[in-house]
Antibody, heavy 121, light 108 residues
Framework: EIQLVESGGKLVQPGGSLRLSCAAS????????MNWVRQAPGKGLEWVSY????????YYADSVRGRFTISRDNARNSLYLQMRSLRVEDTAVYYC??????????????WGQGTLVPVSS | EIVMTQSPATLSVSPGERATLSCRAS??????LAWYQQKPGQAPRLLIY???TRATGIPARFSGSGSGTEFTLTISSLQSEDFAVYYC??????????FGQGTKLDIK
């Protein structure tokens, strides 16, 4: 069974830092690109960051570029999101999502259950 | 950035009836369009990819259509478990993925 399990979310003050993790199982993690997607309370979905299977290609949404860093450890079947200079508007549930390629494009076929990051003083 | 606009924001339908949800892209996304279902407190669940292909395990009452800028998700006969929020997602403009704002499907 394919599973993605996020962890690391907790209350943090504005300006603070936090590292999220996503543990993958049930598939060959090292062969899939991965993403972080977030959802503010009562709002829609917002793509945050992408990392290719080998970590050779990384992208960020404008809203987090320069503050967030995505990484992965294929030996540990884990995806990470290092978040710095957190703002109140970063408050959201953060999901990791696997990319399934269809030709040269990829959609998100499996999602974790999410981890909540409240940013508040 | 490709803007995805879903309509209506809320749709009230009775069980057993048909529901039709719309999604419009600000520019062509070919058929690189997915639909997700999300229930309260749960992660999104993939329903449709490639605009019209059902994901594994998705019942046949769910169908997707469209290409370019206009897309539709149809649920042919609503079951109680179908009442949820539905999002469309374009993955053509990779990796600048964008989602629609969602359509909430309510019990009438």
């Amino acid at each position: 069974e394919i599973q993605l399990v996020e962890s690391g979310g907790k209350l943090v003050q504005p300006g603070g830092s936090l590292r999220l993790s996503c543990a993958a199982s049930g598939f060959t993690f090292s062969t899939y690109s991965m993403n972080w997607v977030r959802q503010a309370p009562g709002k829609g979905l917002e793509w945050v960051s992408y990392i290719s299977s080998s970590s050779g290609t990384i992208y960020y949404a404008d809203s987090v570029r320069g503050r967030f860093t995505i990484s992965r450890d294929n030996a540990r079947n884990s995806l990470y999101l290092q978040m710095r200079s957190l703002r109140v508007e970063d408050t959201a549930v953060y999901y990791c999502a696997r990319v399934q390629m269809a030709g040269r494009r990829g959609y998100f076929d499996y999602w974790g259950q999410g981890t909540l990051v409240p940013v508040s003083s | 950035e490709i803007v995805m606009t879903q309509s209506p924001a809320t749709l009230s339908v009775s069980p057993g009836e048909r529901a039709t949800l719309s999604c419009r892209a600000s520019q062509s996304v070919d058929n690189n369009l997915a639909w997700y279902q999300q229930k309260p407190g749960q992660a999104p669940r993939l329903l449709i990819y490639g605009a019209s292909t059902r994901a594994t395990g998705i019942p046949a009452r769910f169908s997707g259509s469209g290409s370019g800028t206009e897309f539709t998700l149809t649920i042919s006969s609503l079951q109680s478990e179908d009442f949820a929020v539905y999002y469309c997602h374009q993955y053509n403009d990779w990796p600048l993925y964008t989602f629609g704002q969602g359509t909430k499907l309510d019990i009438k």
